[in-house]
T-cell receptor, first 113, second 117 residues
Framework: AQSVTQLGSHVSVSEGALVLLRCNYS??????LFWYVQYPNQGLQLLLK??????LVKGINGFEAEFKKSETSFHLTKPSAHMSDAAEYFC???????????FGAGTRLAVHP | GAVVSQHPSRVICKSGTSVKIECRSL??????MFWYRQFPKQSLMLMAT?????????EQGVEKDKFLINHASLTLSTLTVTSAHPEDSSFYIC?????????????FGPGTRLTVL
């Protein structure tokens, strides 16, 4: 069985500040881990993915995430927030490939001037 | 590349009617398509997985007779909400996967907002 916990349903940062969105997972098999972004009334866009290669994964729009097996975490970071980063972010896990994605509850990121 | 479309983007219907939502992979052939449901300010819940030419696999708790899924080709899957009721109002999102048994990628459509009056 797999599950994802995203700590903090809402995160608010100032423009230019560090973004840190937390994700912890549970998986009985080596996981694949993903971060997606969703803008209002739109589908999901893949930010980055971990598929058992490098533990530090770089994605689009300056985001990156680090897989830490000992902490069962896959936190998403960005050094400097932009106003355009305001959106809903979802962490997801699968048991291999994209066959069945289990999503976390999501974190809404607000960026203020 | 790898674009997934959904039609319609929004639909309003009366209680008791059926609604069909289309999901198309525009520039690739999808071996597998997924249907998700998202309630306001909540996460995506997988409803079913469908492979072209075979019956969909539904997640526990999803009524297969109410949510009919047809995957007639490698570029088209449809979700029909039969005898819709207000509690079926939701945002429905499809995704399309490419690759073999372990999909290499999954691409999401823009979603369809269903409102049942």
């Amino acid at each position: 069985a797999q599950s994802v916990t995203q700590l903090g349903s809402h995160v608010s940062v100032s423009e230019g500040a560090l973004v840190l969105l937390r994700c912890n997972y549970s998986s009985s098999v080596p996981p694949y881990l993903f971060w997606y972004v969703q803008y209002p009334n739109q589908g999901l866009q893949l930010l980055l993915k971990y598929t058992s290669a490098a533990t530090l994964v770089k994605g689009i729009n300056g985001f990156e995430a680090e897989f830490k097996k000992s902490e069962t975490s896959f936190h998403l970071t960005k050094p400097s927030a932009h106003m355009s980063d305001a959106a809903e972010y979802f962490c997801a896990v699968s048991g291999g490939g994209y066959n069945k994605l289990i999503f976390g509850a999501g974190t809404r990121l607000a960026v203020h001037p | 590349g790898a674009v997934v479309s959904q039609h319609p983007s929004r639909v309003i219907c009366k209680s008791g009617t059926s609604v069909k939502i289309e999901c198309r992979s525009l520039d690739f052939q999808a071996t597998t398509m997924f249907w998700y449901r998202q309630f306001p300010k909540q996460s995506l819940m997988l409803m079913a997985t469908s492979n072209e030419g075979s019956k969909a696999t539904y997640e526990q708790g999803v009524e297969k007779d109410k949510f009919l899924i047809n995957h007639a080709s490698l570029t088209l899957s449809t979700l029909t909400v039969t005898s819709a009721h207000p509690e079926d109002s939701s945002f429905y999102i499809c995704s399309a996967g490419v690759g073999g048994p372990n999909l290499n990628e999954q691409f999401f459509g823009p979603g369809t907002r269903l409102t049942v009056l």
